[in-house]
Structures are given as structure tokens and as C-alpha cells.
């Protein structure tokens, strides 16, 4: 649909929210009802509805950082409130899925992997796989979550492994390990004992795709892993004004920034690539505007932080929006470039669609 304040221009919008970014970010009312949405999405799935800010007592093991009553459980569905204090569901273990996925693989990061720069010819019995490691539960509701089966693992809660048994899995053909899902940032402790075991075992990269909603406690612990093992570390940035973030996420994004600039600080004298920008390129949502002030911030911390544009695919709750078309995706690049980013790229190139649609 067209957003019913913009049909000159034809910008788009999902029926899911009502209105394009433009309109969410400057309007307080819309934001609102778009968590009334979220809410009810959510509870008819099964999932706690909101981030909880009432209760007195305080679940430190995400960025959310949920105020729970006795009784209530996490956004992220892992943990709940007991005896005044915070309880794991799954004490030691996290709902996690994995498998190898041979080299080389879909990674949006690959143009600066450690990895695939590395890679030789093998043979295919020689070859080399990343195991990659889906986590089942998430600290953010993205209306166009392009990976939402975490929430029917989140409702079953199962699979589960501890970290020795998902350690375990790493075998002579793994080159390298990345955590993804629903979101490594609400399983930090797992993925960080995890990465632990596996180090004893094999000098191999460690690489994370996060929302970067994480516990400011896990931080530096998930950063050095990164760092050691010369892997990479993803942020997904969503978008940056704080009403329009919410309107598609349901929470906020200001630990997501503030993590970001700290682990740029750390970055600026490594010796491989180690933070990433992903930007997803959102008909309607995340356009040229948006995305200049991304770039902007991405450049105020450093203009050399590898960045990515991604081509958005129509899923979860917008599948009535098109893919990132060709136009968007070039003309985000030139103003992305234009911000002094140095190292931007466009990802999935093959995605991207031929639409015409009002990009602001």
C-alpha cells in the first residue's frame, strides 16, 4: 500500500503499521500503535507481548533489561522473575539449532573474511565448513524478521544444548563458527562459554550477527572473542531515529548505538576487520534519508568500519512490501559514501528487484 500521507510520492508502507518512516519517526501516536501491534502479534504467537517496566526486579542479561514482577517472564522468553530474583528456564543450557554450511557460504561479511580470503582449491572431501549456530530466541521484534522460525523455537523451547555438546559439533573440516539467529545479544553467556571450548579445541574465527542489543556486561567478553580469534563482529543497525527503531522493532536502540561506539573504540587498532555495519534496505522505511543518518553515525566512530547494504526480502509480518529495488539499493550506496564511509558495499546483489516505488 501507498502510506495514505504520501500517495503523491507514492511512498509505500505496510499494512502492518499504517504509515512510511517518514511518518513513524516524526510522529509519537504512530509509534504507540505500532506497539499495540507488536503486542498482539506477539501474544497470539505465544511470546511475552512487551518489554516488562514495572516489576522491581531486574534481568540484567540483555540490553532490554526487563523490570519484572514475581512471576513474569523476559521478552525473550528465557527467563523469568522467582523469589526476587531472575531464574534461567533452561539453567545451562539455550534453544539452539545448528549445521555446516560449506565454504564459501552466504556470509554478508565475506568480502573481508579472514576465511575466504585464505580459502585454497580443496577437493570435496577436503572441503571446509562454517558451522553456524542458530539461537532460538531474540531481545527485538522485527516486523520483517527475515529469520522468525526463533519464535516457534522460543514457544517449544527446544531444541536445547549446553555448551560442551554444541562444542562438541566442531569437527576437522570446521573453519570457522558464526552465531546468528533470533540473536546471539540474549545468549551471550552460552555463546561465550561455548566459543571457550571451542577455542581449546581449534584455532578458528569466531564471528557474530547481532542486533547489538547486548547486556553491556557480556560486551567485552563476546569483543575479545571476536578479537582473538580474528573473526568478525555484525551489527545490524536497523535504523537509527529512536521512533522509527521502536515503531519496527518494538524496543530501543539506544544501548544498540552506545555498544556500537564503544566497540569501534576497540576496533581502531586492529589488525584484521573486526567491526561490521549491516544496514537492510526497507522499502518504505529505511531510504535514502535514513540511511545517510546511519552512515553519518557509522562515520562519527569511523569512516573505515566495513559497511553493508542488504536487499530486503518480504517476510514475517511485511511481505506485502516488494524487495529492495536496484535504485534504492545504488542510490544508498552514493550517500553512504558521501557520509566519508570508505569500505561499503552493496550485499545480495542478486536479490534486489527491478520495482519503482518512492524512495526518500
Excluded at 9 to 21: D, F, M
Excluded at 93 to 104: L, Q
Excluded at 231 to 260: C, H, I, M, P
Excluded at 290 to 303: G, N, W, Y
Amino acid at each position: 500500500m501507498l502510506c495514505p500521507e504520501h500517495t503523491r510520492t507514492k511512498r509505500l508502507a505496510s499494512t502492518v503499521l499504517g504509515y512510511c518512516g517518514s511518518c513513524l519517526s516524526e510522529k509519537q501516536e504512530l509509534v504507540s500503535r505500532a506497539l499495540v501491534t507488536h503486542k498482539k502479534l506477539r501474544s497470539e504467537n505465544g511470546l511475552v507481548g512487551f518489554v516488562a517496566r514495572e516489576g522491581e526486579i531486574v534481568c540484567g542479561e540483555c540490553a532490554n533489561h526487563c523490570r519484572l514482577s514475581e512471576g513474569e517472564t523476559g521478552f525473550c522468553g528465557l527467563r523469568h522473575a522467582f523469589g526476587s530474583t531472575i531464574v534461567e528456564n533452561f539453567l545451562g543450557r539455550a534453544i539452539v539449532s545448528w549445521y555446516f554450511d560449506p565454504i564459501p557460504t552466504n556470509c554478508t561479511s565475506d568480502w573481508i573474511c579472514t576465511v575466504t580470503k585464505k580459502r585454497e582449491l580443496r577437493t570435496p572431501r577436503e572441503r571446509q565448513n562454517n558451522l553456524a549456530v542458530f539461537y532460538g530466541s531474540c531481545n527485538s521484534d522485527c516486523l520483517y524478521c527475515q529469520n522468525s522460525s526463533h519464535k516457534e523455537l522460543t514457544v517449544a523451547g527446544q531444541p536445547l544444548m549446553t555448551p560442551e555438546e554444541l562444542a562438541n559439533v566442531v569437527d576437522s573440516q570446521t573453519a570457522c563458527v558464526c552465531y546468528f539467529g533470533g540473536d546471539p545479544g540474549c545468549n551471550a553467556e552460552h555463546s561465550v562459554s561455548t566459543s571457550a571450548l571451542i577455542r581449546e579445541k581449534r584455532d578458528i574465527p569466531i564471528c557474530y550477527e547481532t542486533n547489538g542489543n547486548i547486556s553491556r556486561k557480556y560486551l567485552d567478553s563476546i569483543a575479545n572473542v571476536v578479537l582473538r580469534s580474528r573473526g568478525t563482529l555484525k551489527f545490524d543497525l536497523k535504523a537509527l531515529n529512536q521512533n522509527l527503531y521502536r515503531a519496527l522493532t518494538g524496543v530501543s536502540n539506544e544501548t544498540v548505538l552506545r555498544n556500537f561506539r564503544h566497540l569501534a573504540k576497540l576496533g581502531r587498532t586492529r589488525k584484521h576487520e573486526f567491526l561490521i555495519a549491516s544496514i537492510l534496505l526497507v522499502p518504505g522505511y529505511i531510504g535514502v534519508s535514513e540511511t545517510e543518518r546511519l552512515c553519518q553515525f557509522i562515520a562519527e566512530c569511523d569512516v573505515t568500519i566495513p559497511t553493508v547494504l542488504l536487499g530486503f526480502h518480504p517476510h514475517n509480518h511485511m511481505r506485502d512490501l516488494p524487495r529492495t529495488s536496484r535504485n534504492h539499493a545504488y542510490e544508498c550506496r552514493k550517500t553512504a559514501v558521501a557520509a566519508g564511509l570508505t569500505n561499503v558495499r552493496i550485499g545480495n546483489i542478486g536479490l534486489l528487484s527491478q520495482e519503482e516505488y518512492g524512495i526518500e
